[in-house]
């Protein structure tokens, strides 16, 4: 069953990839994120998935549900800083008079397509920064975004098209995803592995200083490290040479493997919302948190620069595990 099917949630629109393997569920009105996973194969939901009740909470805080695309990700220290001579200031909207988690949240989204063939299913989906006003008071240049989900077998494939529209300057850019991983109250059963060269220092409000860490302990993350007894709200370095993919285990064998473009996500944020139990987050990021005030070298913090009329493409996949017969 290769189809995309319409449902709701809330009253909203989404939008259902069926495959042999999966049920993936959209929700383009509410910030284009995927608010399901099921694995029709286990009977179980891979995602952390919002319930109707939660929709207040949802509209507050969307990144708490699902794989929600942060622009840019993570914390900006006073939600301020300069580039290329223009002083930039996003909203204070965490602890500390910080800014967290980007410009993005619940704008709604546009299904420009949807594919069906023999290998699988699409949905395509896109929107314009300038339809937003307050996106634009924060950063003021006109951008599309566009995205391609495509579901094939056991395989969620995610594709990014981020083009600069034109105007006069240059911006930065950084993107990352909140992913929520179900590990059902069971984290004495799951394991993540994870390539990675060191632990970013963070201060008192979890923002980087600057210095990259040993891994310590966590060396173990590049061989399969048990979340039993793990609290984790940690960014780490990926470094060269190592794949930008994370691989989440059951004791089983079941499981996932979180693969990303190499070349463009260079960091990852680990978080388990206290003492691991029922989630992990995987959070892909192509620029450290507070990047632009961190470093000036964008080979250390991953800040890409967006010119007047270039795109960029961003690839990430999740790939279900199933154990032997």
Not at 221 to 226: P, R, S, T, V
Request: aromatic share 10%; proline share 8%.
């Amino acid at each position: 069953m290769k189809q995309v099917t319409k449902g709701q949630w809330c009253g909203y629109d989404t939008y259902i990839l069926h495959s042999r393997d999966l049920e993936v569920t959209l929700l383009p009105r509410l910030g284009n994120n995927v608010i399901s996973l099921w694995d029709r194969k286990e009977g179980r939901e891979v995602l952390r998935r919002p319930e109707e009740a939660d929709l207040d909470f949802y509209l507050q805080k969307p990144y708490h549900f699902g794989i929600p695309l942060l622009i840019p990700p993570g914390r900006i220290s006073k939600g301020q800083f300069d580039f290329e001579g223009v002083h930039y200031q996003f909203d204070r909207n965490t602890a500390g008079d910080n800014h967290i988690h980007g410009l993005h949240r619940t704008q709604p989204w546009c299904v420009s397509d949807i594919e069906e063939d023999e290998e699988g299913c699409a949905v395509i989906t896109e929107f314009k920064t300038p339809d937003d006003p307050h996106w634009m008071e924060q950063l003021p240049a006109p951008l599309k975004f566009e995205m391609t989900y495509r579901l094939q077998d056991a395989s969620l494939k995610q594709t990014l098209k981020a083009t600069h529209l034109g105007g006069e300057r240059s911006i930065p850019f950084g993107i990352g995803y909140h992913t929520w991983f179900m590990i059902d109250g069971q984290p004495e059963r799951w394991s993540l592995k994870l390539p990675v060269e060191g632990i970013y220092e963070l201060n008192d409000q979890l923002l980087p200083s600057g210095q990259v860490l040993p891994l310590g302990s966590l060396d173990k993350l590049n061989d399969g490290f048990k979340l039993q007894g793990t609290n984790f709200d940690t960014a780490l370095r990926i470094g060269a040479k190592r794949p930008a993919e994370a691989l989440l285990l059951r004791d089983d064998g079941y499981g996932l493997r979180y693969h990303t473009d190499e070349s463009l996500f260079r960091h990852w944020v680990i978080y388990t919302k206290g003492p691991a139990d029922q989630f992990l987050c995987a959070e892909p990021y192509t620029w450290l948190p507070d990047a632009p005030n961190v470093s000036p070298d964008p080979e250390f913090t991953g800040l890409l620069t967006l010119a007047p009329g270039q795109s960029l493409e961003l690839t990430t996949s999740i790939e279900m595990i199933y154990p032997e017969s």
